[in-house]
């Protein structure tokens, strides 16, 4: 990976213009650095000049759909922080316990590890019956991944131990079905849940929510678009309602403190409140 | 191969110093960490490969030692001079042009999150030759491509000796392909970055 081919500054926004153009997707607003890496990489995986990849984006759907793909980054974890979802369950889940139903957004779900952690959790806790978790992303193709909720033993198996740190009972797989080299969830997990597209980026408010889980999103956006968002996702809660970010991610909007509530600053959990 | 005076000027006039380190570093980067002085004038930002879940002590440990104001890196923190700054587990850290940190987590670069390369690159693309960056002792080859980059890009680029490091595969990965201007003892490195 020496020669790693890199791109100059103007080439990187020649790029973010033109898939702005020809595919409505705006990464103008999205962390450079992070963006360049993906970008060098695809370019390197598919052996592309810059102006073949600039062609290739322009003119084959496909290659768009694997680039977006390619692009933005779908790593995810089954109860990824183990200490995130302890604070969820003591601080948080007895809280919303008191609610009439619970409907959670996990924003940028990617393949769908989150949103099963949490069906997991709330199962759990019986809370599941008056549970509900939409799942969106940008991504059609990792969408389909979430909605059947099948994944790798080897995944997994790297899962179990967060499992076992979040202090939940027995073991992860109790919720699986396993299949030979993949596990499939239980189908009663899945009942509460759906999967949809939504681009944080561009879309809106699309229905109210007692909690919005949006983790290791933010990494990807510039400051600006992280405070249109949390607008966002303020107009989204109901009066009360908890906001889950990634615990490195910091809030430096001004107006913040008057919105939210701090409930444990290194989980970074807040409840909104002062509403209008 | 013994400090120089190339060496002595090139450290001076760098404003980052990037501190990367895997197995078997440890024990030295506490020990650089506890010689750094507030007078450094210069950003610190260390790359320690280690385990995710287990977070916080090695943070600790650092900065109840350090006499320099000690960082965890948060997504977008700025950075700021005469801070020490260290990677957190299971995120990439990159650093923008603006003069700030981002995160990612994305897959995992020879086994490793934090990667010492992703840092490493991302601050070459930024800093060109107004960096140090040092290598240190490691049990794979994380770091060896981003020191290269960082070579060509004009950064000062140290490796610890591999005959003094505990885990040598990492430095000498780096030698392997070109990407130490200096090989260092541990007794140098340690009398360099001492020298404010």
Request: net charge negative.
């Amino acid at each position: 990976m020496s020669d790693a081919p890199g791109f100059t500054e103007p080439q990187l926004y020649e790029l973010i213009d033109l898939i702005k153009e020809v595919h409505g997707f705006d990464f103008s607003d999205y962390s450079k650095a992070s963006l360049k890496r993906r970008l060098s990489r695809i370019v390197m995986l598919k052996k592309l000049g810059f102006y073949e990849l600039k062609y290739q984006l322009a003119n084959d759907q496909l290659f768009f759909q694997w680039f977006l793909e390619e692009v933005t980054v779908n790593v995810t974890e089954m109860f990824r922080d183990p200490s995130f979802y302890k604070a969820l369950n003591t601080q948080v889940l007895p809280y919303l316990s008191s609610f009439q139903h619970i409907r959670i957004w996990s924003a940028g779900c990617s393949s769908g590890e989150e949103v099963y952690s949490l069906a997991i959790l709330l199962n759990e806790v019986q809370l599941n019956k008056k549970s509900f978790i939409y799942g969106t992303d940008i991504n059609t193709e990792v969408l389909n991944e979430a909605r059947k909720g099948i994944y790798s033993l080897r995944k997994i198996k790297s899962y179990t131990e967060n499992y076992q740190l979040s202090d939940m009972p027995g073991s992860l797989t109790d919720h699986f079905t396993i299949m030979y080299d993949a596990a499939s969830i239980h189908s009663e997990l899945k009942q509460n849940t759906l999967f949809s597209v939504h681009n944080l980026v561009s879309d809106n408010v699309f229905n109210e929510f007692q909690l919005i889980s949006c983790r290791n999103v933010f990494i990807y956006f510039e400051s600006a678009l992280q405070e249109k968002i949390l607008n966002v996702f303020y107009n989204s809660l109901c009066p009360f309602g908890f906001l889950c970010l990634g615990s490195k991610e910091t809030i430096r909007f001004p107006d913040f403190k008057s919105k939210f509530k701090v409930i444990n600053s290194r989980e970074n959990i807040y409840q909104k409140i002062g509403d209008q | 191969m013994a400090i120089n005076k190339n060496i002595i000027e090139h450290w001076n006039n760098s404003e980052i110093v990037l501190l990367g380190g895997s197995a078997g570093s440890f024990k030295l980067l506490f020990r650089v960490i506890k010689a750094f002085l507030p007078g450094l004038n210069k950003t610190v930002i260390i790359v320690i490969h280690r385990r995710k879940n287990f977070f916080s002590e090695i943070e600790r440990l650092f900065a109840d030692n350090s006499k320099m104001k000690l960082k965890e890196i948060s997504d977008k923190d700025p950075i700021n001079g005469n801070t020490i700054y260290i990677a957190p587990a299971n995120y990439h850290t990159l650093i923008e042009k603006g003069g700030y940190f981002s995160l990612d987590v994305s897959d995992s670069v020879w086994y490793s999150k934090p990667s010492i390369d992703v840092t490493f690159e991302s601050a070459a693309d930024v800093y060109k030759e107004r960096c140090t960056a040092i290598l240190f002792s490691g049990a794979n080859q994380d770091g060896a491509e981003g020191l290269l980059k960082l070579r060509n890009s004009g950064a000062l680029t140290i490796v610890q000796s591999p005959g003094d490091a505990e885990m040598p595969d990492m430095p000498q990965a780096a030698i392997n392909i070109n990407a130490a201007e200096y090989i260092l003892r541990t007794e140098e490195i340690c009398e360099l970055l001492k020298s404010v």
